[in-house]
């Protein structure tokens, strides 16, 4: 038996259902389902997305067996509407045709549709004989030119409209319904002669040649460059195709008595429970769209400033209005969701032309999620799928008002959302004066950030940067400050010297305005307005959902106190990575860290590091009492030292004086520390091995903090002493021992111990492969293990994490890998975590606790992966934490741990 590739959809045989949307498209099979509930549906018959598939594959031909199929189910159309005695191409009584796309997933609007098809000179006079309405048919067949001519014969409906312009204005009239049946007849002819112009031949009369013609277009649509970039933006795969669907033809422009329109079930930017939408009189489905007539409003409910003194359609056609309603109830339950709906009414009676999930602003999508769990349609589970991840980050920064104009310059990496206006600086002390003695806003442009920049970016609205990836300095920073930031901007040229910067042939001084959008990467020129979200309702109720249902923790990566509350706030459950040389930089500190590195002896660095273990202690004493008892991870140094050095011969100079030692010799040490590959070289456990005193200084502030803690507040904290960049388990061996031995000692001088942990990281592929030794108690003896994937994924693909954003966007492009600081790349850096969890948890057992705090510990496909490898929690930013929450959510509801 040959393979099936058309269904066909209507009273007598109705092929397909709702769960064939892969197959038959999202149009096609709800058409399907419709019919089956027994709503009015013109009926017809869907091509199936195999054959979209086999198009492509073979040169853009069809199977051998559609031409066949395609007949038979234009035979069963006709024995549908038997008793009207409608025919495909019949000169009497002509069967006319609409032919639209339909993805498996909605792309609305990106591909095309031909309507009215089975037109031609003689079978218009059947048109007008059983409509008796010559203005009608006439009408009907100027449009399918129209449409048929741009969508199949590539001729731009310019050429039509002009054409029409003139008619009107030699005629003295304004509107398109002041045309009567003589004046559409001759415009048909004047359109056939355009058409000839621009190809060449003469338009074709064979309805079924009209027919292949429009189903070839609607496949080929496919590809066309809106599609192409909306399946990108959405991540749609291009491999699912689209469906055809062909129909009979209702008219909504037969006269008074008609009308076509579009409705939704609730409101879709604020999620209200009202039945809203709009409509036009005597008019086909593209005029509602096309904007040249207002379109009226369907109740009184859809009023807005531009219609409300218009007619509704419960007042104007109150019998298909009232059914209407009717069926949009009867649709809404049987989806359990809002639909999006598209009817015509001919001659006063409703038919349904499609039904669909309807696209929703977050707001919309939390209000009506936790709505429709209130009113029995879903349960809790199904709630928490309705949400995207992205959704929620939308509905928890301030975004570009919808209405406002933007000019957009460039576009770089979406680093940290929100959106934000300020004026340009392009250096971190600029921003400081400006905003602290001017009271601007301001966005710092940098080419790439450093620590040093730290102060600058605090007080910026956004930041912007010519270089670095997703896990630049810039982006990590701006995400744990909550800050908007646009990093890797490629086209941005910076010209310190002129203060200025370049992007294309447009120039920007210090000062100018300038807008970032920091969910989609965009540069825009001025200022935009914004909109800010109301989190309140709704949302605080469905995150309870949310909790209830993910079984991964999640914390959050904090290096203040300041950070830590703002956390909590957003449901963090402890913290995964508090990076302690973040401390480091305040004005105050940088001084004493500076001598501690620069000092020349063991003893000089003692001296220094005395002075910076109480501020230390204070940090984790306030962010233990801000986390009231639960976890807190504390990493010990981890980058190479000289990036809290001076660069400026002015700040080496001054740092001299006040050590009271030659700049000479200062400057000296200074070079020494210099590397040509800092990312790997002396930074993470190799500084504890070189310097015990460092890590021990930390450690005790750490403890000391914890002891304070149970004394004065009598509040249990159990800190986890996290070891950076390990590759061999005698490198945690050496450190570990003298942290206890630190350990001990603070114990004993406070006459109290506090439970505490040791663990590593797991940053380098040597760690995750010798994950057992790290590990076994004998050995390595790591009581947990926390996922650095920023450094993981640099050292698995041997890709700097702070450079490689300058060609990435290449690789993306060009399909070779999607940037791997992302999402986690689970074949390679994913298997080195699965391996590592396994052997982990092989020797201690399986209450081994595992996190991650790399970056991606707040993307939700990565989520989903620490899910399924069965990691206990994910760290993320604070700002990050509502999303990665959702994610874990949705994880447990797709897949169990493996
Ligand atoms: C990591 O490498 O993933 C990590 C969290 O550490 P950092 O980004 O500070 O190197
Ligand atoms: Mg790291």
Not at 34 to 55: A, D, N, R
Not at 221 to 227: F, T
Not at 300 to 317: C, I, W, Y
Request: hydrophobic letters at 40%; one cysteine or more.
């Amino acid at each position: 038996m040959s393979k099936k590739f058309v269904f066909s959809f209507g009273k007598n045989q109705c092929e397909g259902d709702g769960s064939q949307k892969y197959l038959l498209g999202g149009k096609g099979a709800n058409l399907a389902d419709m019919v089956k509930l027994g709503l009015p549906v013109p009926p017809g018959f869907t091509i199936s997305t195999e054959v979209c598939t086999y198009f492509y594959q073979n040169g853009k031909s069809y199977p051998s067996e559609l031409k066949s199929q395609v007949e038979s189910c234009i035979k069963n159309l006709e024995k549908d509407l038997a008793d009207t005695g409608m025919k495909f191409g019949d000169r009497k009584n002509p069967l006319l045709v609409s032919v639209r796309s339909g993805a498996p997933v909605s792309m609305p609007g990106m591909m095309d549709t031909v309507l009215n098809l089975g037109l031609n000179d003689e079978t218009v006079q059947g048109l007008i004989e059983q409509s008796k309405d010559s203005r009608f048919a006439y009408d009907s067949y100027r449009r399918f030119i129209m449409m048929y001519s741009d969508v199949v014969l590539n001729v731009n409906t310019s050429y039509f409209e002009t054409a029409l312009e003139h008619k009107k204005a030699d005629l003295g009239l304004d509107l398109d319904t002041e045309l009567t049946d003589d004046h559409w007849k001759s415009l048909v002819k004047e359109f056939k002669s355009i058409v000839v112009e621009q190809t060449g031949k003469t338009f074709p009369e064979d309805p079924m040649e009209q027919l292949w013609g429009a189903i070839g277009a609607v496949f080929s649509s496919w590809m066309n460059p809106r599609a192409n970039t909306y399946r990108k933006i959405n991540n749609i795969p291009e491999h699912i195709g689209t469906a055809v669907t062909v129909q009979a033809m209702v008219y909504g422009n037969m006269g008074d008595d008609c009308a076509t329109g579009v409705a939704f079930t609730r409101d879709p930017s604020t999620g209200e429970k009202k039945f809203f939408g709009e409509f036009l009189v005597n008019a086909q489905g593209e005029d509602v769209v096309a904007g040249i007539r207002t379109p009226q409003p369907i109740n009184e409910e859809s009023f807005n400033d531009q219609n409300k003194h218009l007619p509704t359609l419960a007042k104007v056609l109150p019998i298909a209005y009232q059914e209407l309603v009717a069926l949009y109830q009867k649709l809404e339950s049987h989806y359990r969701d809002m639909q999006d709906v598209e009817f015509t009414i001919q001659k006063g009676k409703l038919f349904m032309l499609q039904t669909r999930n309807g696209k929703r602003t977050a707001a919309a999508a939390v209000k009506i999620a936790v709505d429709m769990v209130k009113e029995t349609l879903i349960d809790k589970k199904e709630a928490v799928m309705r949400v995207t991840p992205e959704q929620l980050d939308q509905f928890l920064h301030p975004r570009l008002d919808p209405k406002a104009k933007k000019d957009l310059l460039a576009k770089g990496l979406p680093a940290s959302p929100g959106a934000v206006s300020g004026k340009i600086v392009f250096d971190p002390d600029t921003a400081e004066t400006w905003v602290k003695e001017k009271k601007e806003k301001v966005i710092l442009v940098r080419i790439e950030t450093s620590p040093e920049d730290i102060h600058g970016m605090h007080v910026a609205e956004g930041i912007l940067t010519a270089r670095g990836g997703m896990t630049s300095h810039a982006a990590v920073v701006a995400r744990g400050m909550g800050k908007t930031c646009v990093a890797g901007c490629a086209a941005i040229k910076i010209l310190m010297e002129q203060r200025k910067m370049v992007i294309g042939n447009r120039e920007f001084q210090e000062g100018d305005w300038l807008t970032l959008e920091g969910s989609s990467g965009e540069v825009i020129a001025g200022k935009v307005d914004t909109v800010t979200p109301d989190i309140t309702g709704s949302f605080h109720e469905f995150m309870e959902w949310v909790d209830d249902v993910r079984k991964l923790k999640v914390r959050t990566n904090a290096d203040t106190p300041a950070d830590a509350k703002v956390a909590r706030k957003f449901g963090a459950e402890g913290i995964g990575l508090c990076r302690t040389e973040h401390m480091f930089f305040d004005p105050e500190r940088i001084e004493a860290v500076r001598q501690m590195i620069l000092s020349d002896s063991r003893a000089e660095r003692e001296k220094a590091l005395a002075k910076i273990l109480p501020m230390q202690r204070k940090d984790f004493f306030e962010i233990f009492q801000e986390m009231r008892g639960l976890p807190v991870t504390i990493r010990l140094l981890d980058p190479p030292l000289h990036e809290f050095l001076p660069h400026d011969e002015k700040d080496v100079r001054a740092l001299a004086k006040e050590m009271d030692v030659p700049y000479e010799q200062l400057y000296r040490r200074k070079e020494t520390l210099h590397e040509f590959n800092p990312m790997l070289g002396h930074r993470g456990c190799r500084l504890g091995i070189s310097f015990p005193e460092i890590y021990r200084m930390q450690v005790r502030a750490i403890v000391e903090a914890a002891c304070e803690l149970k004394k004065k507040l009598n509040q249990d904290v159990e800190p986890e002493i996290m070891i950076p960049l390990i590759a061999d388990w005698k490198e945690l061996q050496y450190i570990r021992t003298y942290c206890e031995e630190e350990i001990q000692k603070v114990f004993q001088e406070h006459n109290v111990k506090v439970p505490y942990s040791i663990g590593t990281m797991i940053e380098l592929p040597r760690a995750a492969l010798t994950a057992d030794q790290i590990a076994a108690s004998e050995k390595g003896n790591a009581e947990f293990f926390s996922f650095g994937t920023n450094d993981l994924t640099q050292t698995t693909f041997g890709l700097s994490r702070d450079d490689s954003a300058s060609f990435l966007g290449t690789y993306s492009e060009k399909k070779i890998f999607p940037d791997p600081f992302v999402s986690i790349d689970e074949d390679g850096v994913g298997e080195l975590m699965k391996l590592a969890v396994q052997k982990g948890k092989g020797v201690r057992g399986s209450s081994m606790k595992m996190g991650i705090c790399g970056e991606q510990g707040g993307e939700p496909r990565s989520v989903h992966f620490c899910h399924k490898i069965g990691l206990d929690y994910v760290s993320c930013s604070p700002y990050r934490v509502p999303i990665a929450r959702l994610a874990a959510a949705q994880a447990s509801v797709k897949n169990k741990a493996l």
